[in-house]
């Protein structure tokens, strides 16, 4: 899933997406194995498109950090 993400130039997670939309298709033969995707697919029309459209349209963060929330880490 990285790997393929990176040939893309996009987050593993909007692959994900894409993949459980159906827009993408990949197999995951093993519940806790890797997701396997073509490289045919990989360089198909629909992944390029899935590509551009995730370099044009960035989504935001689910939650916007600002001074009042807390870090999980010290500064120390």
């Known amino acids: 899933m990285t790997d393929a993400a990176a040939y893309l ?10 993949i459980d939309r159906g827009e993408i298709p990949a197999d995951h ?17 629909t992944a390029q498109t899935l590509a551009r459209r995730a370099q044009v349209q960035p989504r935001k963060p689910a ?12 500064n120390t």
């Open 63 to 74: 939650v916007l950090l600002s001074e009042k929330h807390l870090s999980l880490f010290s």
């Open 29 to 45: 033969p093993f519940a806790d194995g890797p997701w396997v995707i073509s490289r045919d697919i990989l360089e198909s029309e």
């Open 9 to 18: 130039d996009i987050s593993p997670r909007t692959l994900r997406l894409a």
